[in-house]
């Protein structure tokens, strides 16, 4: 989170945001102060630490009138004449109450999941390539951690949760990289200046279709068809059909709504409460709330390493569950077959 505490006198604490074009400092009342922090929580459409800018990011907008455009950065694109940005969202200028059929636009978040892509792969690659250099030497520093982890992932979370060992062992790779993905994204936003990706609803819905189509088709591939349609009955009669298979059909995707839901919810939760503690000294404008801010913050960042991990684990070990739920009671006749 970003949060850069301005604050005016006791008596100017309703007043408007005063800006001055000749000096750096702008002064706001507490309670727009807040809200601007607030808006820190979200994505941005450039890249930066704190309050310093580090790039301004490309912005790539589809619409069906239009076609494709992509542009340097969101002042390149207004410059443009074709398309403005209003309340965070792109519109036609000539046409604000008409926005883009598809914006693609690279964002501050999405450039933190791509830093959390790459410094899983350079862990796991440092470990892999110390094993192939030394691979009769015992394990330590950072190798010893990755192989740790992954053990531990195999052996409580993917093996204990699917059908047969065979299965478990050729879907293992994606469960690993589903926890280390989730996990850092959730460790990056506690760090000073950085952002939590999983706090957006978009992060946790692309994660959660991934898992979806995961689910399925490995239960389609392990079974066959006709045993996954037979699923969609629940154990109950045919004639029970008109209403089981509706149930059947809203309980596939509702796992994946959970798991959006979850992850978002308890990740942008903690960020709530740590601006909810910071705006406390704001909006009193005391000295004497700050220990007590900052006591209540150090405890809730603590917890929040805790929320971390335990979000990442509960996604990967429910997504395993499913998957297992899917294929059911056929995966023994799949195994001996």
Known sequence: MNVVADTVALDNINSHPIENAHSELQIVAPKDAINHYLKSLGTHRDFSIFNWKIVDLPV??????????????IKAMEQGGTFTEVHHKIVHKDNIEN???????????????????IVGIFFVLFAA????????????????????????????????????????????????????????????????????????????????????????????????????????????????????????????????FALTIRLFANMTAG??????????????QSLVMAPVSIAFSLF????????????AYIFTILTAVFTNLAIGDHAEHSTAH
């Open 271 to 284: 960020h709530i409460v740590l601006l909810s503690l910071v705006g406390l000294i704001i909006m009193f």
């Open 60 to 73: 790539i907008l589809y619409d069906k009138a239009e076609g494709f455009h992509i542009y340097r950065d």
């Open 300 to 311: 809730m960042m603590t917890l929040e390493v805790l929320v971390s991990v335990l979000q």
């Open 99 to 117: 926005g883009v059929t598809f914006d693609a636009s690279i964002t501050s978040l999405v450039v933190w999941q791509w830093i959390a892509m």
């Open 129 to 256: 390539r110390k094993y192939k250099k030394s691979p009769l030497k015992a394990p330590k520093g950072i190798q010893n951690a990755v192989e740790a982890l992954l053990l531990y992932l195999r052996n409580e979370i993917v093996y204990p949760n699917m059908p047969n060992r065979a299965l478990a062992n050729k879907y293992q790779h994606y469960f690993y990289a589903l926890f280390i993905f989730i996990l850092l994204m959730n460790l990056f936003g506690l760090l000073p200046g950085g952002h939590t990706a999983t706090g957006a609803i978009g992060t946790t819905l692309g994660l959660a279709l991934i898992s979806l189509f995961v689910i399925n088709i490995t239960a389609i591939k392990q079974i066959g068809i006709g045993n996954y349609l037979k699923h969609l009955l629940g154990g109950a009669p045919w004639w029970l059909s008109f209403i089981m298979i509706p149930i059947e059909i809203i309980s596939i995707f509702t796992k994946p």
